[in-house]
C-alpha cells in the first residue's frame, strides 16, 4: 500500500495525542479481552460438552442421589453404548477454604467415559488396583504441590465414616490431565467403592449417571426412554445432554453474558469519544493540507479513504497491543486460578470478533472527519488559509 | 503558437443568502502555449478566481474553460481530480507543504497518484529537487527550511509530474525582495528553458516585469486587449 | 497580586473557557462518568448481596450444625441432638417452650421469570419457633402453614423472582403437590428467598426420616453464645459447630461477595487507567487551544504556578462533574434493582437488591478525583513550560 508511510506519518503528527489514544485503544481491548475470558468460563463446561453424553440426575432436585441399582436399568436402555456414575464428596483439603471437586467413581469406567482426560496407563494401573487411591487433575496437583505416592488426607463435611471420624486418608497414584487447553483439571477422584463401604449414610446410592449414546442415536429420544422408565417411582430422573446440564449452571447465575455485554458496551462508547475526538481535532487542523492534496489531483474518496485508515491504523495499533496483553494475562490466570474459576480462555472467536471491533471502531471514529475531508471545497478552505 | 487555455463568456457569481455577487463578468482570454502571463489588480478583482477556473478548481456560472483541448466546464468533480494530477502544477503565496513529510516526499506526493514504483518516484522527485536547486535537502522538514526554500520545494511538487500549464497565487508574497527574485527567475527558467506556460497572480508590480505580458483584472473584467 | 490572587484569578478565567473546548472536556467528563458508573453498578451486586445475607442473621440467635460442616445443605443431626440444644440453658423460652427450630431444607427446580429457566430454590422445613428465632419475619399475606400438610409460605423476594408463587396456587415437586397458602416478608433478607413448610412434612416428603441439618435457637442474650457452644461441645452425644446466626451468613455471603469484588475492583482500576489517558488527552489539547492565553497572561505577569493549578483545577473539576454524573447514573438506573443469582455455598437461589450505597458513591468520586489530578499533572507541566515568546509569535 504506496499510502501507508503518508497515512502513519499524518497519525503521528501529534505524538502525545495519537500515543494517548493508542493507550486508551489499548485499555479498552484489554478489557475486552479479560472479560471475554471471563464470560467463557462460565459457560466453559458448556462448550467442552461432549454431544454424545448426557447427565441422569433426580428429577426433583440435583442434590438429592440415586439408587445404584438404576446402573444396570440405564445400561439396557436402547441407544445406550456405556453408564457410569459419579457423587459428590464436598470435603476439603486442610483448610475449609479449599474445596475443590471430588468424586469417588468407577476408576476405569470413567476415564472410558471421559476419553479427553489423559493419564499414563501405569498410573491408571496402580490407581486402579489401590481401594484408597486417588488420581488428581495436574493444575490441583500443582497448586497442592503434590507427588505420586503422598498420603492425601481430606476433611468430609457430608460424609462421615461409619466409625465417627471425618477424616478420609488417600495415596495419590496419579495425576490426569486433558488436551483441551480450555478445560480445567481442578478436581480428583477416587474409588467408589471405598466411599461406599466407609461411609456412615447414604448407602446404594449414587449422586448422578453419566451415559454415552450410541453412535447415531438421538439424544433427546434416549434421554426421554431413560426417564420413561423411572417415571412414578420414588426417585424419578432427569436426563439431559451435557451441555444442557452445565449451562443450567452458568444460566443460575445470571445472565453473565448481558451483564459482560453491558460493561463492555460502556468501554467502547469512551473509547468512540476518545478517538473520534482525536480524529475530529486531526481533521480540523490540516484542512488547508487536506485541501492542497485535492489540489493536487488527489479525488475525494482518495482523501476519505486516508482519513479513515488513519482512524483504523490507530484503533488497530492499539487494540493488537491490548489483546495482545490481554492473551497473555489470561494465561496467566488460568494457570494460577484454574482451581477457582477453570476455562479462563481467550477464544478464537472472540480474537476475531475483537478484529472485527478494531474496524468498526476505527471506522466510527472517524467517519464525520473522514466525510469532512471528503466533502472539502477546495476554493473555501484554501481561501480560509 | 497554439492557444493552450481559452476563458470564453466566463462569468462566475456567487450567491451569498439575498446577494448575488459577480466576481467574474463576461470574461475572454487566450492563453498561448509557452507564454508566462501576470495578472494583476485590486484584491477583490476576481484574479485569484480566474486562476482557479484556469485549474479546475472551480466551474464557472456560465461560458466555457477549456486548457490543453480539455473542456473544463463539462467535466466532473472526479475528472477534474483526475485532468489536475496531470495538467496542471500550482503554487501558492504559503507554500502549503505538508509538514509530517521531509522535502522528498512532498515532491513525490503527486507521484502517488501514477502507477510509478517507489524507486521511481524517489528519483522523479530528486531530478525536480535538482531542477529548483535544491537535491541536497532532500531529507529535510519543511520547518528546517527557510521560507524561500519552501517555496522552491513546492515549485518541485508542482513540476514533478511535468504539467504544460504552472498556476502561481502571489508566489512571492511572503518572500523578501532577494529570496523573491530568486524564485522568480526560477519561473522564468521553467518557462524558456523547460517550456512550461506560466500564468501568476501577483499584486508586486516588480514581480509582474518578470513575466512575458501583463493584464489588469478590476471588477471581474480585463483591461488591456486579449492578445491571440 | 498576590499568589492566591493571581491564582483564583487564572482558575476563573479558565473555567469560564471551557465551554469553548467543549469536545475535549466533555471526552473526559463522559471517560470518567463511565468508570464510576461500571464501579457503581458492578460493586452494588457485592453490597446488596452482602446486605441481604448479613441482614439474616441474627446474633443473639445460635445455629448449630455438625462439626465440619460448612453450610446447612453438608450438615446432619439427629432427632436426638437436636433436643438437647432445644433444652440446653441459656435458650431463652417462651413460657416453658424453648424458642428453638430445628430445620432441613431441600433445593427445588422452579422457573426464574426472568430466564424462563429452571434454578435452584430452597424449600426449608421449619419447626412452629422459625418466625421467632429470627429477626424482622413476618407473615404478610395469606395464613401459616398447617402442620401435616404439604402447604408453604413463600418469601416475598422468592414469590417476585419465580413463577407460580401466587398465594392460593398450587405448585408440584416431583410427585408431590403443594399449596402455596401465603406469603412472608423478613426485612428484604435471604430468608425471602426461600420457601418455608413444616419440617416433619418435608422430612416424609424427601424421606430423611428423623434427621435435620441445623437448629437455630434464641439466646437469652447474646454473650450466652460461648457458653452455649462448650456445653454441647463437651456433650459427646453430640459434635456441634456452634455460631452466631449473623457470623454463618456472613461466611456464606463471603465467596461470592469475595468474587464480585476481586473481578469489580481489577476492572475499575483498569477502566479508570483508561480514563486517565482519555483525561491526559483532553487536557492536553486544552492548554494547546489556550496557547495564547497563557503567554499572555504571562507576558502580563502571571507567574507559572497559577497556571499550573489552573490547569489540574480544570481537570479536576471536569472529572469531579464526570464522576457525579456516572454515581447518579448508576443510582437512578441500578439502585434497588432486584436479580437473584446463586449462592454456591446454599446451592440454590439467594433474591438481592442492587445497593448503591453512600459509601460506594463517594469511593467513585474519590477515583474521579484521583483520575482528574493525574490527567491535570502532566498538561499543567506543559502549561507552565509554555515558551511564552514563541506562543505569542504565533498569534
Avoid at chain 1, 191 to 212: P, S
Avoid at chain 1, 325 to 333: F, N, S, T
Avoid at chain 3, 81 to 95: R, S, T
Wanted: aromatic share 8%; hydrophobic share 45%.
Amino acid at each position: 500500500m504506496k499510502y501507508f508511510g503518508f497515512i502513519w506519518k499524518n497519525a503521528w503528527r501529534k505524538k502525545v495525542r495519537t500515543s494517548l489514544t493508542i493507550m486508551s485503544v489499548l485499555v479498552a481491548f484489554l478489557l475486552y479481552a479479560l472479560l471475554s475470558a471471563i464470560g467463557y468460563a462460565f459457560t466453559s463446561g458448556a462448550n467442552l460438552a461432549d454431544a454424545e453424553r448426557l447427565v441422569v440426575i433426580d428429577k426433583i432436585s440435583l442434590i438429592n442421589p440415586l439408587p445404584v441399582s438404576y446402573g444396570s436399568r440405564i445400561a439396557t436402555t436402547p441407544g445406550v453404548e456405556s453408564v457410569t456414575h459419579a457423587s459428590w464428596f464436598g470435603g476439603y483439603y486442610q483448610d475449609p477454604r479449599n474445596q475443590m471437586p471430588q468424586f469417588p467413581v468407577e476408576p476405569r469406567e470413567y476415564f472410558e467415559m471421559y476419553p479427553e482426560l489423559k493419564i499414563p496407563p501405569e498410573q491408571l494401573e496402580a490407581w486402579a488396583n489401590n481401594r484408597i487411591g486417588l488420581v488428581a487433575g495436574e493444575e490441583l496437583a500443582a497448586q497442592f504441590g503434590w507427588n505420586i505416592g503422598d498420603r492425601i488426607p481430606l476433611q468430609a463435611t457430608i460424609w462421615t465414616k461409619e466409625d465417627g471420624g471425618r477424616t478420609w486418608e488417600f495415596d495419590l497414584e496419579g495425576v490426569f490431565s486433558t488436551d483441551d487447553p480450555r478445560g480445567g483439571t481442578g478436581y480428583m477422584l477416587f474409588h467408589y467403592d471405598y466411599f461406599e463401604e466407609a461411609r456412615a449414610f447414604g448407602k446404594g446410592t449414587v449422586g448422578w449417571y453419566i451415559l454415552r449414546i450410541a453412535g447415531g442415536a438421538n439424544p433427546v429420544e434416549v434421554a426421554n426412554a431413560v426417564d420413561t422408565q423411572f417415571a412414578n417411582s420414588p426417585n424419578e430422573t432427569k436426563t439431559s445432554t451435557e451441555q444442557a446440564f452445565v449451562e443450567s449452571f452458568s444460566k443460575q447465575f445470571g445472565n453473565i453474558a448481558l451483564i459482560v455485554t453491558l460493561i463492555l458496551g460502556a468501554v467502547f462508547f469512551t473509547l468512540l469519544l476518545v478517538s473520534g475526538n482525536t480524529m475530529a481535532q486531526s481533521v480540523r487542523e490540516r484542512i488547508s493540507e487536506l485541501a492542497v492534496l485535492k489540489t493536487l489531483g488527489f479525488p475525494d474518496r482518495t482523501v476519505l479513504a486516508i482519513v479513515l485508515s488513519e482512524s483504523i491504523l490507530i484503533m488497530l495499533i492499539g487494540g493488537l497491543l491490548g489483546l495482545g496483553i490481554g492473551w497473555v494475562v489470561v494465561q496467566g490466570l488460568a494457570s494460577t486460578l484454574g482451581a477457582f474459576l477453570p476455562g479462563l480462555f481467550l477464544s478464537p472467536q472472540a480474537a476475531l470478533a475483537a478484529l472485527g471491533l478494531i474496524v468498526a471502531a476505527g471506522t466510527a471514529a472517524g467517519i464525520f472527519p473522514a466525510l469532512k475531508a471528503k466533502r472539502l471545497s477546495i476554493v473555501d478552505a484554501l481561501a480560509r488559509g | 503558437m497554439d492557444i493552450l487555455a481559452e476563458l470564453k463568456g466566463v462569468s462566475r457569481v456567487y450567491q451569498k443568502g439575498k446577494e448575488r455577487v459577480e466576481v467574474l463578468h463576461e470574461l475572454d482570454l487566450g492563453i498561448p502555449e509557452g507564454d508566462f502571463l501576470a495578472l494583476m489588480g485590486p484584491s477583490g478583482s476576481g484574479k485569484t478566481t480566474l486562476l482557479n477556473l484556469l485549474g479546475g478548481l472551480d466551474k464557472p456560472t456560465s461560458g466555457t474553460v477549456s486548457v490543453g483541448g480539455a473542456e473544463l466546464s463539462s467535466m466532473s468533480n472526479s475528472q477534474l481530480s483526475h485532468w489536475r494530477s496531470t495538467n496542471v502544477g500550482f503554487i501558492f503565496q504559503f507554500y502549503n507543504l505538508l509538514p509530517v513529510l521531509t522535502a522528498r516526499k512532498n515532491v513525490e506526493l503527486p507521484l502517488l497518484l501514477t502507477k510509478l514504483g517507489s524507486a521511481e518516484r524517489s528519483k522523479r522527485a530528486d531530478i525536480a529537487l535538482s531542477i529548483v536547486g535544491l537535491a541536497d535537502r532532500a531529507k529535510h522538514y519543511p520547518r528546517e527550511l527557510s521560507g524561500g526554500q519552501e517555496q522552491r520545494v513546492a515549485i518541485a511538487r508542482a513540476v514533478v509530474s511535468d504539467p504544460t500549464l504552472l498556476l502561481c497565487d502571489e508566489p512571492t508574497g511572503d518572500l523578501d525582495r532577494e529570496t523573491a527574485d530568486e524564485i522568480l527567475t526560477l519561473l522564468q527558467i521553467l518557462n524558456r528553458e523547460h517550456g512550461k506556460t506560466i500564468v501568476m497572480v501577483t499584486h508586486d508590480a516588480q514581480a509582474a516585469e518578470y513575466a512575458n505580458r501583463v493584464l489588469h483584472v478590476d471588477k471581474g473584467k480585463l483591461e488591456a486587449r486579449v492578445e491571440a | 497580586m498576590g499568589g492566591i490572587r493571581q491564582l483564583v484569578a487564572v482558575t476563573w478565567l479558565n473555567i469560564r473557557n471551557v465551554p469553548q473546548r467543549a469536545g475535549a472536556s466533555m471526552v473526559a467528563v463522559i471517560g470518567v462518568a463511565a468508570v464510576v458508573l461500571v464501579f457503581a453498578a458492578v460493586l452494588s451486586m457485592a453490597k446488596g448481596f452482602e446486605r441481604t445475607m448479613i441482614a439474616a442473621g441474627a446474633d443473639d440467635t445460635a445455629i448449630v450444625m455438625r462439626s465440619g460442616a460448612t453450610s446447612e445443605l453438608n450438615s446432619g443431626l439427629s432427632h436426638e441432638q437436636v433436643l438437647i440444644v432445644a433444652n440446653a440453658p441459656g435458650v431463652l423460652k417462651d413460657g416453658d417452650t424453648p424458642l428453638a427450630s430445628a430445620e432441613l431444607y431441600v433445593v427445588v427446580d422452579i422457573k426464574k421469570k426472568s430466564t424462563n429457566e429452571e434454578a435452584n430454590v430452597p424449600l426449608r422445613g421449619v419447626q412452629p419457633a422459625a418466625f421467632q428465632v429470627r429477626n424482622n419475619v413476618e407473615l404478610v399475606e395469606g395464613r401459616m402453614f398447617e402442620p401435616g400438610r404439604n402447604e408453604f409460605v413463600v418469601g416475598r423476594a422468592a414469590q417476585q423472582e419465580f413463577v407460580g408463587l401466587d398465594v392460593g396456587s398450587t405448585i408440584r415437586f416431583g410427585q408431590t403437590d403443594w399449596n402455596v397458602v401465603g406469603a412472608f416478608s423478613a426485612g428484604g433478607s435471604v430468608s425471602e428467598s426461600e420457601l418455608w413448610t413444616d419440617v416433619r412434612v418435608l422430612q416424609d416428603a424427601y424421606r430423611r426420616g428423623n434427621s435435620y441439618q441445623s437448629i437455630r435457637v434464641r439466646l437469652e442474650d447474646r454473650e450466652q453464645l460461648s457458653s452455649l457452644e462448650t456445653l454441647l461441645k463437651d456433650d459427646p452425644r453430640i459434635d456441634p459447630d456452634v455460631l452466631s446466626e449473623k457470623a454463618y451468613y456472613s461466611a456464606q455471603a463471603e465467596p461470592l461477595s469475595r468474587f464480585i469484588k476481586a473481578v469489580g475492583y481489577p476492572l475499575t482500576i483498569l477502566m479508570s487507567i483508561g480514563a486517565v489517558f482519555g483525561a491526559l488527552n483532553s487536557m492536553y489539547s486544552s492548554v494547546s487551544a489556550r496557547g495564547k492565553e497563557i503567554a499572555t497572561l504571562r507576558a502580563l505577569g502571571f507567574g507559572p504556578v497559577p497556571v499550573m493549578v489552573s490547569t489540574i483545577v480544570e481537570s479536576t473539576l471536569l472529572a469531579a462533574a464526570g464522576g457525579v454524573i456516572g454515581g447518579a447514573a448508576a443510582f437512578l438506573i441500578f439502585n434497588g434493582f432486584r436479580v437473584s443469582t446463586l449462592n454456591g455455598a446454599s446451592f440454590s437461589q439467594v433474591v438481592f437488591d442492587f445497593a448503591v450505597t453512600g459509601d460506594l458513591l463517594l469511593q467513585g468520586i474519590v477515583a474521579a478525583l484521583i483520575i482528574g489530578v493525574i490527567g491535570g499533572f502532566f498538561p499543567a507541566v506543559r502549561a507552565a513550560r509554555l515558551p511564552v515568546a514563541q506562543a505569542l509569535r504565533e498569534l
